[in-house]
């Protein structure tokens, strides 16, 4: 688990859907990004973003959470989480296993695209004060109107 950790760090460096990939595989860290969607009602790509851009040495400060929240919402709310209620609704139909699967497919196709989305709206240049992967989680979430535990967040930084 420490070289996964160590890899992910690294990703920082380079795309957004690399980190998030890499770091998302880490099973502790998909483990509290899906508790803090399902019981706080986060979403996961802003916390990946969150967690890229903290690592990546980006200030709070530099980052416009509410207008990324902003450009992000309708995507979210048009297209990835309706797939996502349908695919999690086909549970109850294990006859329809193979088109539930078409459906994670597309969900997760979706979710890919807009974190290539998420990665060209965000231009912030590194600022003087060193930031913390904790602090754009904070902001990452107060953005979306919620607080969750500290414990949680402090898993993902």
Same mark, same amino acid.
């Given at each position: 688990?420490?070289?996964?950790?160590?890899?992910?760090?690294?990703?920082?460096?380079?795309?957004?859907?690399?980190?998030?990939?890499?770091?998302?595989?880490?099973?502790?860290?998909?483990?509290?990004?899906?508790?803090?969607?399902?019981?706080?009602?986060?979403?996961?790509?802003?916390?990946?973003?969150?967690?890229?851009?903290?690592?990546?040495?980006?200030?709070?400060?530099?980052?416009?959470?509410?207008?990324?929240?902003?450009?992000?919402?309708?995507?979210?709310?048009?297209?990835?989480?309706? @797939?996502? $209620?349908?695919?999690? +609704?086909?549970? #109850?139909? *294990?006859? !329809? =296993?193979? /088109?539930?699967?078409?459906?994670?497919?597309?969900?997760?196709?979706?979710?890919?695209?807009?974190?290539?989305?998420?990665?060209?709206?965000?231009?912030?240049?590194?600022?003087?004060?060193?930031?913390?992967?904790?602090?754009? @989680?904070? $902001?990452?979430?107060? +953005?979306?109107? #919620?607080? *969750?535990? !500290? =414990?949680? /967040?402090?898993?993902?930084?």
């Amino acid at each position: 688990m420490t070289t996964h950790k160590t890899d992910s760090r690294k990703q920082a460096a380079g795309s957004l859907s690399a980190f998030a990939a890499t770091f998302y595989a880490e099973k502790q860290v998909q483990q509290a990004l899906l508790q803090l969607q399902d019981e706080h009602a986060l979403d996961v790509l802003l916390l990946l973003t969150a967690c890229w851009l903290g690592r990546r040495g980006v200030t709070v400060e530099a980052i416009d959470w509410a207008d990324l929240l902003q450009r992000h919402q309708p995507w979210q709310q048009q297209v990835i989480s309706p @797939l996502r $209620a349908v695919r999690r +609704a086909m549970r #109850a139909w *294990p006859e !329809a =296993s193979e /088109l539930r699967e078409h459906i994670k497919a597309s969900e997760l196709a979706a979710e890919w695209m807009q974190l290539s989305r998420l990665e060209q709206w965000l231009t912030a240049d590194a600022g003087d004060e060193p930031p913390t992967t904790l602090a754009q @989680l904070q $902001a990452c979430c107060q +953005a979306q109107g #919620a607080t *969750p535990p !500290a =414990s949680l /967040l402090i898993q993902l930084s």
